[in-house]
Each structure stands twice: as structure tokens, then as C-alpha cells.
């Protein structure tokens, strides 16, 4: 069974620049997450969708971050413009419906200058 | 709203040595809990979970027991290899709910 793709795996932009990255979920969950991972802490969610409807945003800094799932598969989140404090990993995971265990990606490193 | 605490690290251990990485939730209900490892450079990858009050997990030689009366979900290896260093995350989770993880400890093995 694939598992979680995500790309690119790693990203270096300056500061206002913006930055779009792509996750494809395991075939077949319905359920899409973003997690934002600082060096040295626990991920936070960012975003949870469920096919293609948003569940949970609330910790999404909505000024700069944006998401969408289109057909309720593959998941795009951007960062527009990026600050370097968004230096982070960014994890993509995604779950069956109404089941808990998620199932991550590899995630993106991004590192802004 | 619901929470995870686990022992801070960084835990640094021998080869063959046993560990015990401590961990408590407070939910409002009783959630799924499981511990995910981030190997070096890797993803995170779920190594073991319970879903229900006295259920053992298990995997790689480690265990946790869901203790619903101390809200604990202890992580547990009897001889550590030096293959297990990595960051080990304690996570709860409800049905459809975002899952709650913990800071994260950060375990080496040494030879």
C-alpha cells in the first residue's frame, strides 16, 4: 500500500516570498490533516479536512496560510507571504473516516531566510 | 481541552539498558492514545496504540498499557538497541478529532 506522499521534501525561500506545498494521501481516506512541526517541538495541527470540507481550521493563521483539497484527494497548503518563523516541517497525514490512527508523510522542510 | 504530557528529554541510555518514557492525557472523554516515532530524517510512523481502558500495545519489543486510572500510557522496552534512538510522541485522539500529540522525547542509545 503507498503511503502519504508529500513534496518537495525540502524548501529555502526569503522572507515574503511565497511557497505552495503538495500532499497526496493514502488511497481511499477520507480524512486530510497539516501539521506545522517547529524544530524541537510536537506537531500542531494546522488544518483537518474531511473529503473535501474543512473541520477543523482553527489554528491556521488565515493572513498568510491557505489550504484546499480539490475532490477530496490530493491537498495543497500555501504560505503567502512566508515570515521566518514559519521555518518548520510541514506534515501532511490522513486517516480513514471517523478512525483516529493517522498515517503521516515524510514531510517538507522549509527554511525561510 | 484535551492534553498529553510526557517526560521531558533529552533520556540517554545504553545499549541493552531498559526504558520507561512516562506519559499522561486529561480528556474529557477516553481517547485512542498511541506513541509515534520519528526516526532521524524520517516521517513520523505510529509504533504502537490502545483504544480502550487495559489495552496493551505492542511492537519492536515496546509495550504501553492504557491505565484509565492514572491517565497514563507509559512507553516501555526491556533492553534498547541502538537502532531506537529517535523521538518518541505520545498522542491521544477521539473518533474524528484532530489528534493531540506531546512534546516529544528525544531518546539515544549509546553503544
Known amino acids: 500500500e503507498a503511503g502519504v506522499a508529500q513534496s518537495p521534501r525540502y524548501k529555502i525561500i526569503e522572507k515574503r516570498q511565497s511557497v505552495a506545498f503538495w500532499c497526496n494521501p493514502i488511497?481511499?481516506?477520507?480524512?486530510l490533516y497539516w501539521y506545522q512541526q517547529i524544530l524541537g517541538q510536537g506537531p500542531k495541527l494546522l488544518i483537518q479536512f474531511q473529503n473535501n470540507g474543512v473541520v477543523d481550521d482553527s489554528q491556521l493563521p488565515k493572513d498568510r496560510f491557505s489550504a484546499e483539497r480539490l475532490k477530496g484527494v490530493d491537498s495543497t497548503l500555501k504560505i503567502q507571504p512566508a515570515k521566518l518563523e514559519d521555518s518548520a516541517v510541514y506534515l501532511c497525514a490522513s486517516s480513514l473516516e471517523g478512525v483516529t490512527e493517522a498515517f503521516f508523510g515524510q514531510g517538507t522542510r522549509l527554511t525561510v531566510v | 481541552g484535551d492534553s498529553v504530557t510526557q517526560m521531558e528529554g533529552p533520556v540517554t541510555l545504553s545499549e541493552e539498558a531498559f526504558l520507561t518514557i512516562n506519559c499522561t492525557y486529561t480528556a474529557t472523554g477516553y481517547p485512542s492514545l498511541f506513541w509515534y516515532v520519528q526516526y532521524p530524517g524520517e516521517g513520523l510512523q505510529l509504533l504502537l496504540k490502545?483504544?480502550?481502558?487495559?489495552d496493551k500495545g505492542s511492537n519492536k519489543g515496546f509495550e504501553a498499557t492504557y491505565r484509565k486510572e492514572t491517565t497514563s500510557f507509559h512507553l516501555e522496552k526491556g533492553s534498547v538497541q541502538v537502532s531506537d534512538s529517535a523521538v518518541y510522541f505520545c498522542?491521544?485522539?477521539?473518533?474524528?478529532?484532530?489528534?493531540?500529540f506531546g512534546q516529544g522525547t528525544r531518546l539515544t542509545i549509546n553503544p
Open positions: 498522542v491521544g485522539g477521539q473518533g474524528a478529532q484532530k489528534l493531540v
Open positions: 490502545a483504544t480502550k481502558a487495559d
Open positions: 488511497s481511499g481516506h477520507a480524512t
